[in-house]
């Protein structure tokens, strides 16, 4: 069975640029390890995307990686998920 890894960069933060929790461009976190460094928030509608990529589902037109943001209407965060394949 193949196995990923996954890890969520944040690329953007959208509005004026400021994350209430201080987020910015060129973090990356790694699932699991990180997951609690995480905004709470964003976890929670980022988790559905994380467990796609774990179980080797792919998204739309790409199968290793996808964008998608936070709920925060006023100063979005964009994130990337992407997945490396583990060897075991």
Do not use: N
């Not at 943001?69 to 979005?76: F, L, N, R």
């Amino acid at each position: 069975m193949v196995k990923f890894k996954v890890s969520i960069e944040v690329i953007d933060v959208l509005g004026d640029g400021k994350c209430s929790l201080g987020q910015k461009p060129g973090i990356i976190y790694d699932y699991p390890e990180d997951r609690g460094k995480m905004c709470p928030s964003s976890f929670y509608v980022l988790y559905p995307w994380i467990m796609v990529m774990l179980s080797g589902g792919s998204l739309w037109d790409s199968k290793d990686h996808m964008t998608t943001g936070c709920p925060d209407y006023k100063h979005q965060v964009v994130y990337k998920i992407s997945r490396k394949v583990v060897e075991e």
